[in-house]
């Protein structure tokens, strides 16, 4: 499963950490996307900067275990 990650606020005025997390996930600026495989280490670094980015699932990404199976 992949994430696409939009940052939404400008990183002036976060620490030095959180610009630099953002740097490593590829964000350089306010409206910049990219799409990374998800994994717990992308999940911190996103937790990191959550007050600054937006998550989604990838495109095309079907929901696994939320749909229920006929006859249950």
Do not use: C, F, Y
Not at 18 to 43: A, C, F, N, Y
Request: overall charge positive; proline content about 3%.
């Amino acid at each position: 499963m992949s994430l696409v990650i939009t940052q939404v606020k400008s990183s002036n005025g976060a620490n030095g950490r959180q610009r630099d997390t953002l740097r490593s996930l590829g964000l350089r600026g306010i409206g910049k996307t990219v799409e990374r495989e998800d994994s717990p280490q992308l999940r911190g670094m996103v937790h990191a900067v959550r007050h600054l980015v937006t998550v989604e699932r990838g495109p095309g990404e079907a929901r696994t275990g939320d749909e229920r199976s006929e006859g249950e």
